[in-house]
């Protein structure tokens, strides 16, 4: 079957680290849906230079982390990270495009178990990342100022009712 037309998704607002296109200090990730996956092209550069000539693992885990943060939309519930594990196989080079792919594995409960595969324009897979997400309400961020970005998200991101099934 032919693969799904891809179809942008929003960033989560507009500061984000991962996605918000008026960080100074953000990612920039553009991200697509492509059926039930999220993917991203991303070229680290020398901002994000760990050992030299290469990526730092705390930048490829940001990236990670937050791309799982657009599984979301597809979930359709409001989540955040429990625990966020990188698998770090390879080096990653500074300037070549790497795409990093995540989708939702499992659900139990309030429990997202979602995984990420990273990989590079030669076809090597340089890190893989698992994620345990859990579901929030919005009160979660009420108070700490959620703003009016965000709360625009929780309109797009209705959660379903709160009943889990363990
Ligand atoms: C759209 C976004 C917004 C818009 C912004 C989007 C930006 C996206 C960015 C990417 C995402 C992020 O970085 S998010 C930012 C980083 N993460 C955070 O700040 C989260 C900080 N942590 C928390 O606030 C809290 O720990 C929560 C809310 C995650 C969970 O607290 P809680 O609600 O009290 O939950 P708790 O009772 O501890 O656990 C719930 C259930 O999960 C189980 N559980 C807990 N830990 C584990 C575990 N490691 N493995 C298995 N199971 C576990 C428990 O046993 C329990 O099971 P049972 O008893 O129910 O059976």
Redesign the pocket.
């Known amino acids: 079957m032919a693969d799904p037309m891809p179809i942008s998704l929003p960033p989560?607002?507009p500061q984000?680290l991962?996605c918000g296109p008026d960080n100074p200090a953000g990612l920039h990730l553009d991200v697509h849906r492509h059926g039930d996956t999220v993917v991203t092209d991303i070229t680290f550069d020398p901002r994000h230079r760990g050992a030299p000539g290469l990526a730092h693992g705390g930048a490829i885990s940001a990236a990670c982390?937050?791309l799982?943060?657009f599984v979301?939309y597809l979930v359709e519930e409001?989540a955040?990270?429990?625990?966020l594990t990188v698998n770090y196989l390879a080096p990653v080079p500074l300037g070549q495009p790497h795409r990093i792919t995540a989708r939702l594995q499992h659900r139990h409960?309030?429990?997202l178990h979602l995984e990420a595969t990273g990989t590079g324009p030669d076809g090597l897979t340089r890190f893989t990342a698992e994620a345990?997400f859990?579901t929030?309400d919005h009160n979660?961020f009420a108070p700490h100022g959620a703003d009016t970005e965000?709360q625009a998200?929780f309109t797009h991101?209705q959660p379903h009712d709160r009943e889990h099934h363990?």
Request: net charge positive; hydrophobic share 35%; aromatic share 4%.
């Open positions: 989560h607002h984000c991962g982390d937050d799982f943060g979301l409001v955040v990270t429990r625990t409960g309030r429990r345990l859990l929030v979660h965000v998200m991101h363990n």
